[in-house]
């Protein structure tokens, strides 16, 4: 199912380059599953193993990079690696939205080059990717800077971008606040972006980083439907963690 026809999707990111562990994670039926190219050491040819072990877990599972930046030289690489979806940090006006959409689209919606990679069966299944990659594919743009708070709605005039995604820590770092998250002016621009968001009809994304299910809740019932679950080294950690205090306290 394509995740974008959804009203809530709850996925997680990967940020160890396991295969392993992409693959046990999509299996436990995580909408959407990030493969982190910007802040973990994951490089192209290991996002395409990690691709392709996040749709043998289950072949529902969207995948989506997050890109080093945004540039047309790597998106399209990673799309033809297998990526369905592109997450993009750091986009802070309308032009630079205009560079996603043009990396991620085919002509006429974009400037995406032709040419074969896994997306497309290695050639074999090309036309039917072809006659869906600008409908099916997923772009979600990071507002994690004050700047691209202030140009909101110039960025989300600009057609196909499906989502938001918060960075709440470069975002409260931009206005000065650096991890203040229950500061009044970062909980009045979380509003001002969710109301933006409902405005435009895309997904409202945010991260919660600690694997606590209440936390996703909350943000559930704050207006947000798109929610990064944990990523993997925090839930591996924080499970070592738990059962070794537990196993100490009792001896």
Request: charged fraction near 20%; proline fraction near 4%; aromatic fraction near 8%.
């Amino acid at each position: 199912m394509v995740i974008k026809n959804k009203k809530l999707i709850v996925g997680s990111w990967i940020n160890t380059a396991s295969p392993v562990a992409a693959e046990i994670m999509s299996a436990a039926g995580f909408d959407f599953l990030v493969v982190d190219a910007e802040h973990s050491a994951v490089d192209i040819s290991q996002a395409q193993s990690l691709f392709q072990a996040i749709k043998a877990g289950n072949p529902n599972c969207t995948t989506i990079i997050r890109l080093p930046g945004n540039q047309y030289s790597e998106t399209k690489r990673y799309l033809d690696a297998g990526a369905m979806g592109v997450l993009v940090p750091l986009v802070n006006t309308m032009e630079e939205a205009e560079e996603v959409v043009r990396s991620v689209k085919y002509p006429p919606l974009g400037e995406r080059g032709v040419g074969f990679g896994r997306s497309h069966g290695y050639g074999f299944q090309f036309d039917e990717y072809m006659s869906r990659a600008n409908d099916d594919i997923f772009i979600c743009i990071q507002i994690e800077h004050i700047r691209g708070v202030e140009n909101l709605d110039k960025i989300l005039s600009v057609k196909g971008i499906d989502a938001v995604f918060i960075g709440p820590y470069d975002l409260t770092a931009s206005m000065g606040i650096t991890a203040q998250f229950n500061h009044p002016k970062y909980l009045s621009t979380l509003n001002h972006i969710l109301t933006k968001c409902k405005e435009f009809g895309v997904f409202a994304g945010i991260h919660v980083v600690q694997p606590d299910p209440q936390s996703v809740n909350d943000r559930v019932k704050e207006g947000f439907s798109m929610i990064g679950y944990s990523l993997d080294i925090t839930m591996l950690g924080q499970s070592c963690r738990d059962g070794l205090a537990l196993i100490k306290k009792d001896l």
